[in-house]
């Protein structure tokens, strides 16, 4: 089983960022891709950012196209997405969660929840006016 937990959740002002990151642990397979989905209030979960096992490839919600940025620490098995530019809209549970078995691949498959097999709880992001 893979564990993830994500954590950098917070309160912050419009025009503020943060950085959340998300640990995995447990029997972490070689070669996965991660990815970022949020969920707010009375909505259903969106998919925000994807990225290769590599580091190379990434995907963005263009939502968050140029304020958001997706990166990972495989020796860490870490990955991270800063927010820049935060918006009222953005407030929402982050969640992260591995493509298990999948390094990359047509960027439609990796914006499918269906895609991915593990998922953390989620963190609380809320931007306030």
């Known amino acids: 089983q893979v564990q993830l937990v994500e954590s950098g959740g917070g309160l912050v002002q419009a025009g503020d960022s943060l950085r959340l990151s998300c640990a995995a642990s447990?029997?972490?397979?070689?070669?996965?891709?991660m990815a970022w989905f949020r969920q707010a209030p009375g909505k259903e979960r969106e998919f925000v950012a994807a990225?290769?096992?590599?580091?190379?490839?990434?995907i963005y919600a263009d939502s968050v196209n140029a304020r958001f940025t997706i990166s990972r620490e495989n020796a860490k098995n870490t990955m991270y997405l800063q927010m820049n530019s935060l918006k009222p809209e953005d407030t929402a549970v982050y969640f992260c969660?591995?493509?298990?078995?999948?390094?990359?691949?047509?960027?439609?498959?990796?914006?499918?929840?269906?895609?991915?097999?593990?998922w953390g709880p989620g963190t609380q992001v809320t931007v306030s006016s």
């Open positions: 969660a591995i493509a298990a078995g999948y390094v990359w691949g047509p960027a439609f498959h990796f914006k499918q929840e269906s895609r991915y097999d593990y």
């Open positions: 447990g029997r972490t397979a070689r070669g996965y891709a």
């Open positions: 990225i290769a096992w590599s580091g190379e490839s990434s």
